[in-house]
């Protein structure tokens, strides 16, 4: 089976429109319908009911959505494996959310290479709920993330603790001064949002919320304003030196992370030497 068929196919499903699917895959609108007439010619049944402005999965369409996803990952996992050089014997996929990159997990790639020179690393980034679905379909090895989902198949490991710490672009403010204007809202995960609530009960709902520290870092470094960022990105990012600054009477937050991987014996291996790799909380 093609893999571009049952990519036309989630495409068309995610945004219910041939033309906005046509535009996001970059072909034409008569394409996408040759693509999904030849997808269920080949299945024998019909994938879509076509009404006007409201193309809705059948349920053939439904139980083939379950198996699209894993069937498009697993390809590009052989795909890639295949292509190996011959320096290396296997690949090791994990994806994490963009704030942990810079944060810790560019830092174990290095030691990664370090202590497996014969394997090759992908790296990615992405929601949360995307990384866990990747890890479900096999497309990655570990993911990491704040809130790691209660499924029985994962294994759970606490990989670091995040400081997060109040900062404002003018020195000297009070927690109440930095918070009173500007201030934007990170989402760091369901125990910071209610560490924050308890923390600040009687906060107005800011103007500002944002899903990645790393875009609210951006702005701040761009207008005044205030938000809650890794206490590590003000000690080493060199785009926050001198612009943005700790406000003393905050409390600080904290954020645990953990790598999420599934049982695999055959994996397992390899999964424990790259854990290892990565120095134990604390």
Known sequence: MDIDLLKTFLEVERVRHFGRAAERL????????????????????????????????????????????????????????T???????????????????????????VRLQQALPDIALRGE????????????????????????PQVSEFTVRSLGVMELVLVATEAGLTAAEAMAENY???????????SHARQFPDLPAPAVHLAQGLLARDLLLRRP?????????????PRCAGRLHAVADAPVLERTWYALWRDNMTR???????LAAFPAPG
């Open 26 to 81: 970059f072909i034409t609108q008569s394409a996408v319908s040759a693509r999904i007439r030849q997808l269920e010619e080949l299945l024998g049944v019909e994938l879509f009911t076509r009404k006007r402005n409201d193309i809705q999965l059948t349920p053939a369409g439904r139980r083939l959505k379950q198996h699209a996803a894993a069937i498009i990952n697993q390809w590009e996992r052989a795909r890639q494996e």
């Open 83 to 109: 292509g190996l050089g011959e320096a290396y014997r296997d690949v090791l996929a994990i994806g994490g959310l963009a704030d942990l990159w810079p944060t810790a997990l560019e830092n174990w790639l």
């Open 125 to 148: 980034a992405g929601a949360a709920d995307e990384l866990v679905h990747r890890l479900l379909n096999g497309a990655l090895d570990i993911a990491c993330i704040y809130d790691p």
């Open 184 to 194: 934007i809202l990170v989402d760091w995960g369901t125990a910071f949002a209610l």
């Open 225 to 237: 304003g205030a938000a809650y960022l890794p206490r590590q990105w003000l000690e080493t990012d």
């Open 268 to 274: 397992q291996p390899l999964l424990d030497a790259a």
